[in-house]
């Protein structure tokens, strides 16, 4: 399961045990691994502190089969480029896939400690709103604040950081790829709101990231198209809620699309068109679908278009015309 998914899920267990409705999870009867199994991912990312921690090996490229692999692994290559991560990050990168909640609480035990201790010194990035950079901050200081690792305490610490990840991969993206500045992010990254406006907040962030994938992946747009476009996204989703059903309306020159029009026959085609302005502005709007406009008309009569008419030896489909024109009207 990529980040995302996990992400989904770890606020999914949170959101479920805030709500009282999850008891399995804290059954003593739960897997509880033995030492090596758990501890070791962390005392892997406390040697790395010190500079002796071998990184692993990558996965070689996989072949593309199809349209939504080919996204998806754009995604993950999105994710793994970036190499400042810290430690609260690279943490939440160690812990994301542990088996149980005693796993979870044995694992930040270790870690409350070692920073108690003063074992470890680690750095982190400035801004970050979680308990456990807060607890890293007075570590540094000296003193830290007791914190009690019971109920729903330590699957919250964990979808903290990697909310706080996940913002920051989100926003790498967007500013690196010169499709938004720092600013018009600022409403998507906040700590300020609460732990499920912020999972909202990075769907959000998801859903767009998708979008500007899909079009440069499978459309090979470029970035003239990229950033209207995703000025666009953020301007939605800044006024409302998310909606993955949300029909985007982004704007495409002709010549962009030029190359898809011998091979893709498409159910709808439809120009937008206005002239003149203010009280003379008028608008058209015209269709050709596959589909008729309304239930009851047949596909038999004017106003149809047929391929055979266009380009011989294709299948013969018909297409409906449809032409809506509106204008400003005065009445005395």
Sequence with gaps: MDTYGLLAVWSGYLFVMMSGDLYDWFDDSFLFHSGEIYFSPLLDLKKK???????????????????????????????????????????????????????????????????????????????????????????????????????????????????????????????????????????FISTSVDLQEQVHCVQKLHHMLEIMVSCTVLLQFKHESLFPWTQICIKYYRENPLDEKHVFQLPVSSAL????????????????MSSGHGPKEAKTTWQVSTNPPVEHMMSNNTGLLSDSTVNAGIEEKMYFITVVKCSQVHFR
């Design 257 to 272: 699309v030029k190359k898809f029009y011998p091979d893709s026959h498409l159910e709808v085609w439809k120009v937008d």
């Design 49 to 187: 502190l010190d500079g002796s921690c071998v990184s692993g090996n990558r996965n070689g490229m996989e072949k593309i089969k199809c349209d939504t692999e080919a996204v998806d692994s754009s995604i993950k290559s999105i994710f793994s480029e970036r190499r400042d991560l810290d430690f609260a990050e690279q943490l939440w990168c160690k812990m994301k896939c542990v088996s149980s909640y005693q796993e979870l609480i044995a694992c930040f035990t270790l870690v409350l400690e070692s920073l108690e201790c003063g074992e470890i010194q680690p750095w982190i990035h400035h801004g970050s709103g979680s308990l456990l950079s807060k607890l890293i901050q007075q570590s540094c200081h000296g003193k830290m604040e007791a914190v009690s690792l019971t109920g729903i305490t330590p699957v919250q610490m964990l979808l903290e950081i990697g909310l706080d990840k996940m913002k920051k991969d989100y926003v790498s993206f967007f500013i690196g790829q010169e499709l938004a500045t720092l600013t018009s992010l600022d409403c």
